[in-house]
């Protein structure tokens, strides 16, 4: 799960949209922008009778407020399939996207519900798939979306599931990655009374309005696979940028990076959007390098760092900007994208069609809306080292102004607001694992250290977002099934308190 940059590949995708911004370890999709699902994950066949059946639980629209007595249908999945009476009830917590049920029958976390007796549930986050609460996502409605209600959702789904259920004595574990990572810790946090323990898993616990040490992390990821590799995406990426001052190349740009319609750049955000969506292939693989997400039915899992930066050092496919292009459009047919729309102006569209029919209604809309109003994240290019050019902070705060008439004093103080009530990377509490992995550029908000006995970081070298969620393979590195088995003896540990 994650977290903003997740846009990425995104762009490649051309007609139809979503994606978000984040990660989304445990969902269906993956980002925003460009659009398009490239990556969207399939339903899985049931075939274990029942745990991907759909249920659905009353739900309040307002938390928060005694006076308004709204309701709607949250979307939740069980597996009975281990539970013991003694063992504790799991919560696996949902995203910035479609709640996937594939996680309902396969993931670490169902290694550990089996030795422990576990009883599994995974709750959809309100205002993505399924769950809809309102009629529509106008702006309007959406002030009803934020991790407080969120988290408000959680703790009403368990105090009334524990009660008809009859699952009193038993312990809650809260599981998330990515969003839902931050959100295990804070159930923790907020909840101490109904959730037992949480493992939070690559989650971004400190909210920021500008987050340009992602793009530091992706070229030192780059540069962990091949050294000249971000110099040469550097020195692609300035080309075009000089390129784009001059619009008799624009024939050429529209041909070489196989674009829709002719290239047209009439603003800032026009050529910023442009540019962010080619960097996004990078930013996109970066994340998820090597990590076991086919399982989820996403495909292209095969295009890895490595990959990229063999085509980058390849100079049979030209100089560093043909190369560039190359990578562009061997990204399209991986995913099946006929070609890249990098309009700002019909993004501008996507983004601000409220319908649930509308192309951004996968999560695209939702989630930045909840980066406007709550966390900020944005991947910009505002640090010298790093090797893209051309999307400064401005341009994501103007999209927020755009698409929901957030201003960027709203934006910096609603994020402020989130640390302050969060407590940022300071998280006071206890019996909260934090695993991290030394590639995946979120580890940057994450926490890498442990703050105490109770709050232990996991740090796992060299691998991505999430990547100790996902099922086991026998080619993941050492360190991973290390790091499962430690996460685990946390929990057995935990649970005996
Ligand atoms: C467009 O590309 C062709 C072939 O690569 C090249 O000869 C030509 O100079 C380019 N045009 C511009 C305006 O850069
Ligand atoms: C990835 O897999 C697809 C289909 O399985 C294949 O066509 C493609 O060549 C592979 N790409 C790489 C870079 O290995
Ligand atoms: C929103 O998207 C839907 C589905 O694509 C489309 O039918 C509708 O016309 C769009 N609404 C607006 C206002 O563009
Ligand atoms: C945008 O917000 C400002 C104040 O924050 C308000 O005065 C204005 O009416 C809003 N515009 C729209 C189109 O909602
Ligand atoms: C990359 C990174 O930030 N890793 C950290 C993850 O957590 C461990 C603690 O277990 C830190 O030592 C790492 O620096």
């Not at 959809?124 to 407080?148: A, I, M, V, W």
């Not at 159930?187 to 109904?194: A, D, E, M, N």
Request: aromatic content about 12%; proline content about 5%; glycine content about 8%.
């Amino acid at each position: 799960m994650a977290v903003q940059r997740s846009e990425s590949l995104r762009s490649l995708l051309s007609s139809v949209t979503v994606f978000l911004l984040l990660s989304l370890c445990v969902f269906a999709e993956a980002r925003v922008k460009g659009f398009g699902k490239f990556s969207e994950g399939q339903d899985p066949e049931c075939t274990t009778g029942g745990v991907c059946e759909e249920l659905w639980f009353t739900q309040k629209l307002d938390h928060f407020n005694g006076a308004d007595s709204r309701q709607w249908k949250q979307r939740f999945f069980v597996n009975e399939a281990f539970s013991r009476p003694e063992g504790p009830v799991f919560l696996m917590i949902g995203g910035e996207g479609p709640a996937n049920a594939a996680w309902m029958q396969d993931g670490t976390w169902l290694k550990y519900a089996e030795k422990l007796g576990a009883l599994c549930f995974m709750l959809e986050h309100r205002f993505y798939g399924k769950s809809r609460p309102t009629s529509d996502l106008s702006t309007g409605n959406l002030r009803f979306l934020s991790s407080r209600q969120a988290l408000a959702d959680l703790a009403h789904f368990l105090s009334v599931t524990a009660e008809t259920r009859g699952l009193g004595d038993r312990h809650w574990v809260a599981f998330g990655g990515s969003y839902p990572g931050s959100l295990a810790a804070w159930s923790r946090l907020k909840y101490p009374h109904l959730i037992h323990g949480s493992v939070a898993t690559s989650a971004p616990v400190h909210a920021t309005v500008n987050f340009p040490e992602y793009l530091e992390v992706v070229r030192r990821s780059l540069a962990s696979e091949n050294a000249d590799c971000p110099k040469i995406v550097e020195e692609a990426s300035n080309t075009l940028v000089k390129l784009l001052k001059d619009p008799e190349t624009y024939d050429n740009i529209t041909k070489d990076f196989n674009l829709c319609s002719k290239l047209q750049i009439q603003t800032e955000m026009d050529s910023a959007y442009f540019l962010e969506t080619l960097a996004g292939n990078f930013m996109d693989v970066v994340q998820y390098n090597e990590d076991n997400r086919g399982f989820e039915g996403v495909t292209g899992t095969n295009i890895t760092i490595k990959v990229l930066c063999e085509a980058m050092s390849d100079s049979s496919l030209g100089d560093p900007y043909q190369r560039y292009a190359a990578v562009a459009r061997f990204m399209m047919e991986a995913f099946s994208v006929k070609c890249l729309d990098v309009s700002f102006n019909s993004y501008l569209k996507e983004m601000t069609n409220a319908s649930w029919e509308g192309p951004a209604a996968g999560g695209g809309r939702q989630w930045v809306y909840q980066t406007c109003t709550e966390f900020g994240f944005y991947q910009s290019t505002d640090s010298p080292d790093q090797p893209f050019s051309g999307f400064p902070l401005k341009y994501h705060v103007q999209q927020c102004a755009d698409f929901f008439n957030v201003s960027a004093d709203q934006l910096a103080e609603a994020v402020a607001e989130t640390n302050e009530y969060y407590g940022g990377y300071d998280i006071r509490s206890s019996r909260i694992v934090l695993p991290n992995g030394s590639i995946d550029p979120w580890h940057a908000l994450g926490v890498t250290q442990d703050i105490s006995p109770e709050l232990p970081a996991v740090f796992i070298e060299g691998t991505a977002h999430c990547a100790n969620m996902y099922p086991a393979r026998s080619e993941d590195l050492p360190q991973l099934p290390l790091a499962r088995d430690y996460i685990f003896l946390f929990l057995q540990k935990w649970l005996n308190q």
